[in-house]
């Protein structure tokens, strides 16, 4: 930072203001004053945005609005906002549609308790956020206003609440993804992946023993980390393929892979070398998980649980533990993924297991089928040598 000399003013500084703490410390406050300010007000508008959409739905809804004035009512009260306010977008008849529809998704369930709980977790998950960088929202503390709005369904965008409605069935699946939009910061088309891939249904789902494994808040986190099933939709392979041919895959295509196991995953290596009492043994694929701070075994099996595959992986959870883990690392964590499982047999399977493990199941896989439809070298080569005579012959001919 320059000197601050002499001006017309006479102000002047003696010294370098980088050097004077007070100063400093003014600044740095300053700063983070204003940014403050800009969070609270970005906050501010949509909450009040999403505010009026919710009265205007509200509105349509308890006016019953149609049967009043007509069905042609909603495109009305559009151009109307519109002549009114040119200038100001979100007026058009659509979204109106999508206003009336998304009063009408919550309005059944607006006193229940579980709304009541799912939407205050929504505030303590921002707020800790909001905190984290010096600022919180005192207007959203509420779960639910007034006249029955969500205070808390205001740190979501609108077109992710539109996204939401228009794809959940049920308020509890659309409160999941309301709070995974929070915790992750989606965006609107990381949303809809979400969406797509049923993560509600299939996240956390696995069957596991973290709670009696696990220290309470790793074992949650690793459950909810885990799904019930992986879709296997980018991989194809033969109709007989094994273990080696899907491993073959999924390192060719680890990227995507990693998409699918979720956040946080790390590769460590295919087919991992321990020695154990001078034997070479093996590990399907290894991961680190940086979340959880812990290696994670992973067993493919392309075919239905069998209570042997929960023996050998216990086997190799251990021998990670033993020959690969550091202090630092928290227990290490094994995974079989198989073609099918049967609970009763897994949970038999589990009991007297000491380590902490999860078994889930893939589907997907794409059957090469294109290959029995192609000609072969000899059949195309023969094909040309037909071709080539009957030219001939219709040469000769003329």
Same mark, same amino acid.
């Given at each position: ?28 406050? !300053? ?11 970005? %906050? ?6 999403? !505010? ?26 559009? $151009? ?61 503390? +509420? ?13 979501? /965008? ?66 909810? !980390? ?31 892979? !990693? $998409? ?18 001078? &034997?070479?043994?093996?590990?399907? $694929? ?17 075919? /239905? ?14 021998? %990670? ?44 896989? &794409? ?11 000899? +059949?195309?080569q023969q094909q040309i040598a037909l071709a080539e005579e009957e030219y001939?012959?219709? &040469?000769?001919?003329?």
């Amino acid at each position: 930072m320059s000197k601050v000399k002499t001006d017309k003013t006479g102000i002047v500084s003696s010294h370098d203001l980088s050097l004077d703490n007070d100063y400093v410390r003014w600044i740095h406050e !300053l700063k983070q004053r204003f940014r403050n300010a800009q969070i609270k007000a970005a %906050v501010k508008v949509n909450s009040e945005q999403l !505010l009026f959409n919710w009265q205007l739905g509200r509105d349509l809804v308890s006016k019953r609005a149609e049967e009043k004035w007509g069905k042609g009512v909603v495109e009305q009260v559009s $151009l109307d906002l519109q002549a009114e306010f040119p200038n100001v977008k979100g007026f058009s008849t659509s979204n109106l549609w999508y206003m009336k529809k998304w009063y009408q998704f919550y309005e059944p369930v607006l006193k229940s308790e579980k709304l009541q709980q799912l939407v205050g977790e929504i505030v303590v998950t921002e707020n800790t956020r909001l905190e984290q960088i010096g600022t919180a929202v005192e207007e959203l503390q +509420q779960p639910v206003g007034e006249i029955g709005f969500p205070m808390s369904f205001s740190y979501v /965008p609108w077109g992710h609440h539109i996204l939401i409605i228009t794809k959940c069935k049920e308020v509890e699946e659309a409160l999941f993804y309301l709070k995974l939009v929070v915790d992750k910061g989606l965006s609107r088309n990381a949303l809809d992946d979400y969406i797509r891939s049923d993560y509600y249904n299939v996240s956390g789902k696995a069957l596991t023993n973290f709670q009696e494994k696990l220290p309470v808040t790793q074992g949650k986190l690793a459950q909810e !980390l885990l799904k019930s099933n992986y879709d296997l939709g980018f991989v194809c392979l033969s109709e007989e393929y094994d273990e080696n041919d899907l491993e073959d895959v999924l390192e060719q295509r680890m990227t995507r892979f !990693l $998409l699918e196991l979720g956040e946080g995953w790390a590769f460590v290596g295919r087919q991992k070398e321990i020695i154990i009492s001078g &034997k070479t043994r093996k590990i399907d $694929l290894l991961f680190y998980h940086i979340y959880l701070r812990c290696y994670v075994v992973l067993e493919l099996k392309v075919k /239905p649980f069998d209570p042997e595959f929960a023996g050998k992986l216990n086997f190799y959870v251990n021998a %990670v533990n033993e020959f690969v883990k550091r202090d630092s690392d928290n227990p290490t964590i094994g995974l079989l993924i198989c073609k099918d499982m049967d609970r009763t047999e897994v949970q038999l399977a589990f009991q007297g297991i000491t380590t902490p493990m999860g078994v889930a199941t893939y589907d997907n896989v &794409k059957i090469k089928e294109i290959q029995e439809h192609l000609p072969t070298t000899e +059949q195309i080569q023969q094909q040309i040598a037909l071709a080539e005579e009957e030219y001939k012959l219709k &040469k000769e001919k003329k």
